[in-house]
């Protein structure tokens, strides 16, 4: 019996030994003389050793002189990866998909073919009219209080800005406890609804958006201010616009510029999406090297043809562009951005 036991006591010693010990330090050794730079998280650095990303790893881009990635539901996090989890019936989703389009979405057919429609959004909005109703501020935030205090809470400077409003319409925030008794104490989330219903009736066609100005000391200051156009508008109330404008054909865009990956950390667009960003890209890096767009645009299509590579040797899939990749590129050909 204590034979037995102690043949099997050396075998899973020596199994322990074999697939704990040697087998992860075989590994280790493989990857690092033959791939060190894959085995150690692919990281990219610059001239000087500083990290600059890793090829693995999504991360946002903010100057238009580059490809954006994927949005991200995880911030482009890497500690935290995940996905949104939003149903495909939670508004929530719908929001976040349509504050994509809205800036990008152009006319389909008709006089304004190829055009932006961004411009017509704001220009119904300054009408504040929606479904034949006024106040499309209040509208909006009685429809999605979530949307409402999402948008409180999104900033210090907006919760601020209600606890502000707060103190000068004492009669609402009373109107507002009345209605909650259980809140005697309303935090600026909390009025988020309220703040926008009062806020619509005193600044119709207008929507509190960050306004940064120049002091004559050369000092850039920003305040949250009534805006009548700009990325806010476009964004947020396009939803808004097109169910107003249902018959109005408008051009597809790339699924994956507007949809989050399951990580939220997709290093990789699709070449469509990439070629869809070009012209914007091309015309900004034209501007800052005072160059003819046309040959910028060839240029980096020409990059972006030479990157591009699909799955498994392009035997499956469509093809894909590391955005991290062909951003660096782009850097080491025109340099840094104005």
């Not at 946002?60 to 149903?87: C, H, I, L, M, V």
Request: charged share 20%; net charge negative.
């Amino acid at each position: 019996m204590l034979r037995y036991v102690s043949k099997s006591a050396l075998l899973i010693g020596i199994t322990v030994v074999v697939m704990c010990g040697f087998y992860p330090a075989a590994l280790w050794v493989f990857g690092q003389v033959l791939f060190p730079f894959q085995a150690n998280g692919s990281i990219v650095r610059d001239a000087d050793g500083k990290v600059i990303g890793s090829l693995l790893v999504a991360q946002p881009f903010t100057k238009d002189e580059y490809f954006q990635p994927r949005p991200s539901a995880a911030s482009y996090d890497a500690t935290a990866s995940t996905s949104s989890g939003y149903a495909t019936s939670n508004y929530a989703l719908r929001d976040r998909v349509a504050r994509v389009i809205g800036p990008l979405a152009t006319y389909a057919s008709g006089d304004k073919k190829g055009q932006p429609v961004a411009p017509d959004v704001e220009a119904w909005f300054q009408a504040d009219k929606a479904g034949g109703n006024p106040h499309i501020v209040g509208q909006w935030a009685n429809a999605h209080n979530s949307l409402a205090q999402g948008w409180v809470t999104g900033d210090p400077t907006h919760g601020a800005y209600v606890d502000d409003w707060a103190k000068s319409h004492a009669d609402a925030v009373k109107d507002w406890i009345k209605n909650n008794p259980a809140t005697p104490q309303p935090k600026a989330a909390d009025l988020a609804v309220a703040f926008f219903t009062s806020y619509s009736n005193e600044h119709p066609g207008t929507f509190p958006s960050a306004v940064t100005k120049t002091g004559a000391d050369g000092k850039s200051t920003t305040d949250i201010e009534p805006v009548t156009s700009g990325s806010d508008i476009q964004s947020i109330f396009f939803d808004m616009w097109r169910q107003d404008h249902a018959d109005v054909a408008l051009n597809d865009l790339p699924g994956d510029l507007v949809t989050a990956s399951a990580s939220g950390l997709d290093p990789h667009i699709t070449l469509e999406n990439a070629e869809f960003q070009l012209d914007r890209v091309a015309a900004k890096w034209a501007a800052d090297k005072k160059r003819d767009v046309a040959d910028v645009r060839k240029e980096i299509e020409a990059i972006l043809q030479d990157k591009a590579q699909a799955p498994w040797g392009g035997l499956i899939g469509e093809k894909l562009v590391n955005v991290l990749d062909v951003n660096l590129e782009l850097h080491k050909r025109y340099g840094d951005p104005a």
